[in-house]
């Protein structure tokens, strides 16, 4: 069964703490996007890759990190260094650059206390 | 930066009235997406637009990209239950290579 799958689905951690949320995919898509969600507003991108080992900032990168070591896999760390991480957090891939479908995970709501 | 603008924020309408939102772009687009996320759920893709004045249509569903490429709306005509979520806009800038979402429309049908 195909799909990207995030992990997971809720995630509490104290603040100062860093985490790191999963996102795997299987379409074979060289593209993977991490977005993130406010209420009342749209998606925000973090970070996207478009190939294995090279990724790029998206418009609020600060005081995220990720890696892309392999292509099925895309992780998101939340640093201490992020000042307001409670958000809902989208994973997306998709086959091309720009002009194809994003598919997105069930995404990860991340709390922090 | 890149300014996607979506209206209206939010839109409450009676079962089987239509349904409009706009999508608005501060510089002319390569290509459109459009996404519905449904509540607690993730954006699903409906349809990317990509030629100037393109009309698309999938069964109540319509989709146009302005003439200037600048501008696109979905309307969904003879609102269900089923249509209930938000609706965003995704614009690819004729320049870059990233999608900017809009702020999306959250559509309440009232049965």
């Known amino acids: 069964d195909g799909g990207i799958t995030q992990s997971p689905k809720y995630l509490f951690r104290k603040e100062g703490q860093n985490v790191t949320l999963s996102c795997e995919q299987n379409l074979n898509h060289d593209a993977m996007y991490w977005y993130r969600q406010d209420p009342g507003q749209g998606l925000r991108l973090i970070y996207y890759s478009q190939i294995v080992n090279d990724f790029q900032k998206g418009d609020i990168a600060e005081g995220y990190s990720v890696s892309r070591e392999k292509k099925e896999s895309f992780p998101l760390t939340v640093t201490s260094a992020q000042k307001n991480p409670t958000a809902f957090y989208l994973c997306a891939s998709s086959g091309g650059q720009g002009y194809t479908e994003a598919f997105f995970g069930q995404g990860t709501r991340l709390t922090v206390v | 930066g890149q300014q996607v603008m979506q209206i209206p924020q939010y839109q409450h309408v009676q079962e089987g009235e239509d349904f409009t939102t706009y999508c608005n772009s501060s510089?002319?687009?390569?290509?459109i997406q459009w996404y519905k996320q449904r509540p607690g759920g993730h954006p699903v893709f409906l349809i990317q637009l990509v030629k100037s004045g393109e009309v698309k249509k999938q069964k109540r569903l319509t989709f146009q990209f302005g003439e200037a490429k600048k501008n696109s709306s979905l309307h969904i005509t003879a609102t269900q239950t089923t249509d209930v979520g938000t609706y965003f806009c995704?614009?690819?800038?004729?320049?870059?290579?990233?999608?900017?979402f809009g702020t999306g429309t959250s559509l309440t049908v009232i049965p």
């Open positions: 510089t002319t687009l390569s290509n």
């Open positions: 995704a614009a690819l800038p004729l320049t870059g290579n990233q999608f900017y």
